[in-house]
């Protein structure tokens, strides 16, 4: 049984430098969900960096499509207490400017 062809090559595997030329018809346009997934969900408490096993019963924070869970209140409410920037001192920078060191 004979197949139609339509005249040109879309992969040529023979030719010495390969190159996939003709995107598939799905690949015309970015995905909206490539890089953006509908609802993340984190077990590891942002403040103290352990894994939380069973996550009923615990305090959460839903950041729009982002759930964060968390070891106890206190936890939670230091994470909602932390400041947006993160103004720190370094140990060994005495000047309030925070200047780069390195």
Do not use: C, W
Request: charged share 25%.
């Amino acid at each position: 049984m004979e197949t139609a062809s339509q005249g040109r090559i879309v992969h040529d595997y023979n030719a010495a430098n390969y190159v996939g030329t003709d995107p598939l018809p799905r690949d015309q346009a970015q995905s909206s969900r490539l890089h953006e997934p509908e609802q993340m969900l984190t077990s590891i408490d942002p403040i103290t960096g352990r894994d939380i096993e069973d996550l009923e019963g615990h305090p959460y924070l839903v950041d729009g499509k982002v759930t964060m869970y968390f070891e106890s209140e206190e936890t939670r409410q230091a994470y909602l207490d932390t400041p947006v920037d993160h103004p720190f001192r370094l140990v060994d920078n005495p000047t309030g400017e925070g200047y780069d060191e390195g």
